[in-house]
């Protein structure tokens, strides 16, 4: 019994997560609070905005600026970080989620609340935004031997979405409480959530003061000649001198540009199909179309991110023995084929089971996505290229919600669900063709 323990705790990272020491921890417990706010006010979002009267295609077209804002800050913020330092950046984007979360919840008027997420840090998809993701990926790469990687990745992406789907449920609740106990409007009830998401970004900045200087980035030291691996560069080149100076991107090999730049357009492809169906307009598509109440809708979401967060674990034995790549695509394509079913189904249950099945395999290739992106370049690079490749992605989800906004005015959203799965089976495709050669680049 006691080998069998071992050999669990081992498969699924146990272990290395235990020994990976105080900034990972905090690094953990910092996503784990910020998706918490994620989820909770993603929940509620495009629910909050036309209970202030706004009209469908104006809240798209609020989702389309909020992507832009993190495009571009989650751009620049990024290129810089290496140079200001990471504790200070994740301290600067823990505020910034403060005050946007403060601003939500005192003021109704569209234009300051579009202003400030712009400005600010806000998420209408329930997952990361801002330079967050890019800055704990390049310091968990820093912090972390190369061979751990798959593991502390599978945890931290396993305990986000886990998070996330406690947002959902605490979000939901506290709606029904305070309409209940405290007979606060709709409206009233939606700012509670944002008042929370405040409280938990001031955590977050409180947080951020304890990281060490683990955390920033290393000068790479030569390393001698090592048999390759799963979790060893793909491109071993030598890199090219930088040039003394501000630069855009970092200066790579033209072999891991090109891989780069393959990357990132089927990443894109992927995001641009997320933003056809983010949390806040399923949530909107299921209420309306079931009309449950934000309690039940947001166990819903409980659930589904629940097993999620459960189901990224598995990606670790995965990735080990199968590869970053075949895990992606194999894990990936069956959610992304049940996405294009959800609207099929004209009962609550049967909708709600086919959720429950795709969150069985949704997030099992977010994990093996880190460990195949952190192979391709240097420490002193990561944090740059994460950063491109994130902005990628985000450029790419930028048009999506001004689409279903309008679709879903005229009446139509349920075409979001058919056309974003169709798309996500094509990226997986993509991937597995692109990139198969790639999975056990040892062998290669």
Not at 74 to 89: A, C, E, H, P, Y
Not at 97 to 123: C, D, K, Q, R, W
Not at 249 to 256: A, E, G, H, M
Not at 323 to 339: D, E, N, Q
Request: glycine share 6%; aromatic share 12%.
């Amino acid at each position: 019994m006691t080998n069998w323990i071992t050999f669990i705790a081992e498969e699924v990272g146990l272990h290395t997560l235990s020994s990976s020491g105080c900034d990972v921890y905090l690094i953990i417990a910092l996503r784990m609070i910020r998706l918490v706010g994620f989820g909770a006010t993603s929940l509620i979002l495009a629910l909050f905005l036309k209970s202030l009267d706004i009209p469908e295609q104006f809240i798209g077209l609020f989702m389309t600026l909020t992507f832009i804002g993190d495009l571009v800050s989650s751009f620049l913020l990024s290129i810089v970080t290496d140079q200001i330092g990471r504790k200070k950046m994740l301290v600067l984007c823990s505020i910034m989620m403060a005050v946007t979360g403060g601003v939500f919840t005192l003021f109704e008027n569209y234009y300051v609340l579009v202003i400030t997420a712009i400005l600010g840090i806000l998420t209408p998809s329930g997952g990361e935004v801002g330079p967050f993701r890019t800055i704990e990926q390049s310091a968990i790469a820093s912090l972390v031997p190369a061979t751990q990687r798959p593991d502390i990745y599978a945890w931290y992406t396993f305990l986000g979405t886990f998070s996330a789907a406690i947002g959902s449920v605490i979000a939901g609740t506290l709606i029904d409480f305070v309409q209940n106990t405290y007979d606060l409007n709709i409206v009233e009830s939606y700012k509670c959530v944002f008042g929370v998401y405040t409280l938990l970004s001031v955590i977050c900045v409180v947080l951020s003061l304890f990281i060490s200087a683990g955390v920033e980035v290393k000068e790479e030291q030569p390393e001698q000649q090592e048999e390759a691996s799963e979790t060893t560069q793909l491109v071993q080149t030598t890199q090219p001198t930088p040039k003394k100076g501000f630069q855009l991107l970092p200066p790579l090999t033209p072999d891991t540009y090109l891989l780069v730049l393959k990357l990132s357009l089927l990443f894109g492809l992927d995001s641009f199909a997320s933003s056809l169906t983010p949390l806040s307009w399923i949530s909107f598509y299921i209420k309306n179309k079931f009309d449950v109440p934000s309690s039940y809708l947001g166990s819903v979401f409980f659930i589904t991110g629940f097993i999620s967060g459960f189901a990224a674990l598995g990606s670790t034995p995965l990735t080990k023995r199968f590869g970053a790549v075949v895990t992606m695509v194999f894990t990936h394509l069956p959610a992304s084929i049940l996405l294009a079913l959800v609207p099929l189904p004209t009962s609550f249950s049967l909708t709600l089971t086919i959720l429950i099945i795709r969150a069985c395999t949704q997030t099992m290739d977010v994990a093996p996505k880190h460990v195949f992106l952190a192979t391709l370049v240097p420490d002193n690079q990561r944090t740059a290229v994460f950063g491109f490749v994130n902005v990628v992605k985000t450029l790419a989800q930028v048009i999506g919600p001004s689409i279903v906004g309008v679709i879903t005015q005229r009446g139509a959203q349920w075409i979001t669900f058919v056309v974003a799965g169709s798309l996500k089976a094509t990226y997986d495709v993509g991937m597995l063709v692109t990139f198969l050669t790639y999975n056990r680049h040892s062998l290669h």
